[in-house]
């Protein structure tokens, strides 16, 4: 029952590292073609400003990612507290970032590419990452408390699900 547990914990921690992944795509992507495309991107000046437009439009794709990838054993609803809970934790995460871009900026008094992209997207990240770990596990897509059974993907055993397969069988 532990092997199984862990190997589940795995397999949900690495889709949730896949997911983040393509999120950091998006958020640097946008991030640098907004500061720097050209030389001089549209929003050079206002640094802060693109941050929060990156992060934003990957956080969309990291809800859609989890719901139906990360946590798609867990049969919860879309619902509006759902949806104000992960907006409540993606503005933290979003300060986090923003607070490291920001230190870069105006407190090192770095404004290259190089520095913003350190300090803005990779250590940003890397922080904000590990706080959404934690929360969206727990917060946003909890694990279903006892009740009525909620439609969702099957957990009987056979299942093609690998999070919820027990371990050592096949698909």
């Known amino acids: 029952m532990a092997r199984s547990r862990a190997l589940i914990?795995?397999?949900r921690g690495s889709s949730f590292l896949v997911i983040g992944g393509?999120?950091?795509?998006v958020d640097?992507?946008?991030?640098?073609?907004?500061?720097?495309w050209g030389g001089h991107g549209v929003l050079h000046d206002l640094p802060l400003v693109a941050k929060i437009i990156s992060i934003a439009t990957a956080s969309v794709a990291t809800y859609v990612?989890?719901?139906?990838?990360?946590?798609?054993?867990?049969?919860t609803r879309?619902?509006?507290?759902?949806?104000?809970?992960?907006?409540?934790?993606?503005?933290?995460?979003?300060g986090l970032q923003?607070?490291?871009?920001?230190?870069?900026?105006?407190?090192l008094h770095l404004d290259d590419a190089v520095s913003d992209n350190i300090f803005g997207t990779v250590i940003g990240q890397i922080v904000a990452t590990a706080f959404?770990?934690?929360?969206?596990?727990r917060f946003v897509f909890p694990k279903?408390?006892?009740?009525?059974?909620?439609?969702?993907?099957?957990?009987?055993?056979?299942?093609?699900?690998?999070?919820t397969r027990p371990a050592g069988s096949e698909a």
């Open 28 to 36: 640097a992507g946008l991030y640098n073609l907004l500061v720097y």
């Open 132 to 137: 959404r770990y934690v929360t969206y596990g």
């Open 78 to 94: 879309v619902s509006a507290r759902q949806i104000a809970i992960f907006v409540v934790i993606n503005l933290i995460a979003g």
């Open 22 to 25: 393509l999120a950091f795509l």
């Open 9 to 11: 914990e795995i397999a």
């Open 98 to 107: 923003l607070a490291c871009l920001g230190f870069s900026r105006y407190v």
């Open 65 to 75: 990612g989890n719901k139906f990838l990360t946590y798609r054993d867990r049969p």
């Open 144 to 163: 279903q408390a006892d009740g009525p059974a909620q439609p969702g993907p099957s957990t009987e055993p056979g299942s093609d699900d690998p999070f």
